[in-house]
T-cell receptor, first 113, second 116 residues
Framework: AQTVTQSQPEMSVQEAETVTLSCTYDTSESDYYLFWYKQPPSRQMILVIRQEAYKQQNATENRFSVNFQKAAKSFSLKISDSQLGDAAMYFCAYRSPVHKLTFGKGTLLTVNP | ETGVTQSPTHLIKTRGQQVTLRCSSQSGHNTVSWYQQALGQGPQFIFQYYREEENGRGNFPPRFSGLQFPNYSSELNVNALELDDSALYLC???????????????FGPGTRLLVL
């Protein structure tokens, strides 16, 4: 069974600084997708970024980028120029070929002004 | 383009009752997945519906059941409610068979269920 581990229950960052959230996963599959979702206090789960396992190039979406290390089964999220609106719970998720998502326990990010 | 919607937003039930939660998928999507998120935890996969058939199930008992309709909207039914069923229930829609990024799951705002 696939597992996703987020080892940082909480992280904090100063506004305008950079922060990296960690995620590791375990799978025997070779074809899969990885995601970072953001869940603010409103509880709506919002897609931040997506990475296809077959792509060696790391995904980037504006201030958000990932460091995908397939051999190490590591998938970290880097947030640059942090903004107050980035404060939320961040979940790393693995999607198997059968399309179900397996989530980590989340990292609560606080952004300090 | 219409996003994923869920109803109701909040619900209070008593132990032993039955509940039905509803989800309307994003326009153009054919698959709905349901997740249970207990307080302080990540979402747990309940099941997925594709073309009106169950297409995978997580570790949830049979009293959790679902339906998908021809318009791809979906219902989650929970019978014989237990206190531990109190959680946020999330549905997500996607386009299975669309390939690549189209198969990304997009979430609704959730239904918060409290069982007393």
């Amino acid at each position: 069974a696939q597992t996703v581990t987020q080892s940082q229950p909480e992280m904090s960052v100063q506004e305008a600084e950079t922060v990296t959230l960690s995620c590791t996963y375990d799978t025997s599959e070779s074809d899969y997708y990885l995601f970072w979702y953001k869940q603010p206090p409103s509880r709506q789960m919002i897609l931040v970024i997506r990475q296809e396992a077959y792509k060696q190039q790391n995904a980037t979406e504006n201030r958000f980028s990932v460091n995908f290390q397939k051999a190490a089964k590591s998938f970290s999220l880097k947030i640059s120029d942090s903004q107050l609106g980035d404060a939320a719970m961040y979940f790393c998720a693995y999607r198997s070929p059968v399309h179900k998502l397996t989530f980590g326990k989340g990292t609560l990010l606080t952004v300090n002004p | 383009e219409t996003g994923v919607t869920q109803s109701p937003t909040h619900l209070i039930k008593t132990r032993g009752q039955q509940v039905t939660l509803r989800c309307s998928s994003q326009s153009g999507h054919n698959t709905v997945s349901w997740y249970q998120q207990a307080l302080g935890q990540g979402p747990q996969f309940i099941f997925q519906y594709y073309r009106e058939e169950e297409n995978g199930r997580g570790n949830f008992p049979p009293r959790f059941s679902g339906l998908q309709f021809p318009n791809y909207s979906s219902e989650l039914n929970v019978n014989a409610l237990e206190l531990d069923d109190s959680a946020l229930y999330l549905c997500a829609s996607s386009l299975v068979g669309g390939g690549g990024s189209q198969e990304t799951q997009y979430f609704g705002p959730g239904t918060r269920l409290l069982v007393l």
